[in-house]
């Protein structure tokens, strides 16, 4: 990610899958007071990560440096 972040402001993923209640789910971050563009992609990840519907699903997040990664390693065909 890049830009201009600043604390209040709020970032959200949202994940596709038919494995979902309604197709998908929306995660919203919220920056705090602090957060560097590093920081938020760590945050990020951890919420994705701490989500037990997404991770029931096989999702899982790693932030490295700006860069969030999500692999989703499905365990149910659909």
């Known amino acids: 990610m890049g830009g201009t972040i600043a604390a209040g402001g709020t970032l959200t993923v949202t994940v596709f899958d038919a494995g979902l209640s309604g197709g998908s789910k929306a995660n919203t971050y919220t920056v705090q007071t602090g957060d560097a563009l590093a920081s938020v992609a760590t945050g ?25 990664n999500m692999i989703s390693m499905e365990r149910e065909a659909y």
Do not use: Y
């Open 44 to 68: 990020i990840a951890a919420m994705l990560n701490g989500d037990s519907v997404l991770t029931g699903i096989g999702v899982s997040a790693a932030a490295v440096s700006t860069v969030v």
